[in-house]
């Protein structure tokens, strides 16, 4: 995984060894060397996570910290302070000020990366939500000040798994006050209830005596159900391989063992919040959206969202350095299928073309039906050369099997022309880049149908 990251520290040695073991992990890395440097630079540089010390002359990591997560533009951007202050009430503030996590030097390597790429990931699933999340406001939906004011209310509901009953009593008793919590201390008990009721987050001890906590962890992530929920895990004090483990497999957060109160609440805190916003922009894209921005027909994204998310991922793009290609398809002889088997038919043939095309592109990749028999796939961080690869094992999928329709009677050969292109330049618009794709189609049908036509530069 690569990523930019800030590095921000008052002293150059740190920040060289900071910068030489993260570009040595292929990390993009800038840097800072105080506080009003780091703020213009997490605005102008749009890094995917900051390191940031506290100490620093004119203004700390504290404040740092709370001017970005103050600023529509860095609020999402994970923080880790690194920091030689190792009190509790250090820590607490740090976090309170809305760091991610806070690590005392000297720092083990390996758990650091292993929280940067943690974060990271985090950081990328919740831009995807923003972005399609922005794209709903501009049609007067609930925007990104709304969902994260209404983040910040409500309790949660948390379970706890913890089989020392001394230690699942105290963790619960910091919790209650703000919080519904349900102590569970048998591991399988506790994936039955995680699975049957609605928890929001899961706080889960990695040495449980009578099970294995990273077993458990690996269960809930393996589940639909329960792949979204937070998960924050209690480790003990030294155990670094299992809470790389733990961070790998998609551990949200962690606490090691003494556990102290206020840093429990305050890391409960933030989970609920990060949880409840990710779960309103979700809402937001699939409810709220739904008969606006998707085709009733196919259940793929329409032609108006699809131009208007277009024109945000062509920016990104080009912010960022970034490939980005598209591919423009369409049903070879579709009005014949019309003409000789009638629209009802037709339907059924465009149904399942919709949900071949959803069994062939990534989770990332917009798919959209364009209109008509045309459709229009989004491919974000992708050169043409995979854009290709991805377009033949489509066009192979459509031609290969025949598409069963009106109501199993009739069985279809079907096959579609693809036009593929790139984005070529940072001021390039979303009309030049359609028209290209656009030829590219009509190259392909042009040469006998059924086959990939890339454009050229």
Do not use: W
């Amino acid at each position: 995984m690569t990523a930019r990251v800030l590095v921000v520290d008052d002293i150059p040695a740190n920040v060289k060894l900071l910068e030489a073991k993260l570009t040595a992990e292929y990390f993009d890395v800038s840097t800072a060397t105080n506080g009003l440097e780091a703020l213009e630079a997490a605005v102008s540089e749009k890094p995917d996570i900051i390191l940031l010390d506290v100490m620093m002359p004119e203004m700390d990591g504290f404040e740092v910290c709370r001017r970005l997560k103050s600023q529509p533009e860095t609020q999402h951007v994970p923080v880790i302070m690194v920091t030689a202050l190792d009190q509790p009430t250090d820590r607490v503030t740090g976090l309170e000020a809305g760091a991610d996590d806070f690590l005392t030097k000297p720092v083990d390597d390996i758990a650091l990366m292993a929280r940067v790429r943690s974060l990271v990931r985090l950081k990328l699933m919740t831009d995807e939500l923003r972005l399609r999340e922005a794209t709903g406001s501009k049609l007067g939906l609930m925007d990104d000040a709304e969902a994260l004011h209404r983040a910040g209310k409500g309790m949660g509901r948390v379970l706890v798994v913890e089989d020392r009953e001394t230690s699942a009593r105290r963790i619960a008793d910091s919790l209650r006050e703000s919080n519904r919590v349900t102590i569970e201390s048998d591991a399988r008990e506790a994936l039955m209830r995680v699975n049957g009721e609605d928890f929001d987050l899961v706080v889960v001890s990695l040495s449980l005596e009578r099970s294995d906590g990273l077993r458990f962890c690996s269960h809930l992530r393996s589940e639909e159900r329960t792949r979204n929920t937070p998960i924050l895990s209690i480790v003990e004090n030294g155990d670094t391989a299992r809470l790389v483990r733990a961070l790998d497999m998609g551990v949200n957060d962690y606490l090691m063992r003494p556990v102290d109160r206020n840093e429990l609440t305050a890391r409960v805190r933030t989970q609920l919040k990060r949880k409840r916003y990710q779960d309103l922009l979700r809402e937001n894209l699939q409810l709220s959206l739904e008969m606006a921005i998707t085709d009733p027909l196919t259940g793929l994204y329409n032609r108006r969202y699809m131009e208007s998310h277009l024109s945000t991922l062509v920016q990104r793009a080009a912010d960022r350095g970034k490939p980005m290609s598209l591919l423009i398809m369409d049903i070879d002889f579709f009005k014949s299928v019309n003409d000789t088997h009638g629209h009802d038919v037709g339907d059924d043939v465009l149904r399942e073309f919709g949900i071949r095309l959803q069994q062939n592109v990534r989770g990332i990749d917009l798919a959209c039906r364009f209109g008509g028999e045309e459709f229009v796939v989004v491919m974000p961080d992708t050169d043409v050369a995979f854009a290709h690869n991805v377009a033949e094992r489509l066009r192979k999928s459509i031609a290969a099997t025949p598409f069963v329709v009106d109501g199993g009677e009739k069985s279809l050969d079907i096959t579609a022309s693809i036009g593929i292109t790139s984005l070529h330049a940072p001021d390039e618009s979303v009309d030049q880049l359609l028209k290209r794709a656009d030829q590219a189609l009509y190259r392909a049908k042009r040469e006998g149908r059924n086959r990939v036509v890339s454009e050229a530069a």
